[in-house]
């Protein structure tokens, strides 16, 4: 698995969001259906080698890494970890 999660917008509104891509095509990993804030996020299946707006939005989250330059989804960074 590799995953970016960062912290997006200005206080207070305040949004987590990230980008995880794991091998295969099967079913979300155990690893992030046990962890604790796995029911409170939203998910959505991309397909960034056959359509260019996911392989946007995939370079956008793991390129844009520039703590108060950076805009992904229109919403500024303010941190980020990336995860492998």
Do not use: C, Q
């Not at 200005?10 to 979300?28: A, H, I, S, Y």
């Amino acid at each position: 698995m590799f995953g970016v999660m960062g912290v997006y917008g200005k206080e207070p509104n305040l949004k987590v969001r990230g980008l995880w891509m794991w091998r295969g095509e099967e079913e979300t990993p155990l690893e992030m259906k046990s962890h604790p804030s796995f029911e409170f996020y939203t998910k959505k299946r991309v397909d960034p080698f056959n359509n260019p707006e996911d392989k946007a939005l995939v370079m956008d989250y793991w390129t844009k890494t520039a703590y108060d330059e950076s805009v992904v989804e229109g919403e500024l960074l303010l941190d980020i970890k990336v995860m492998r």
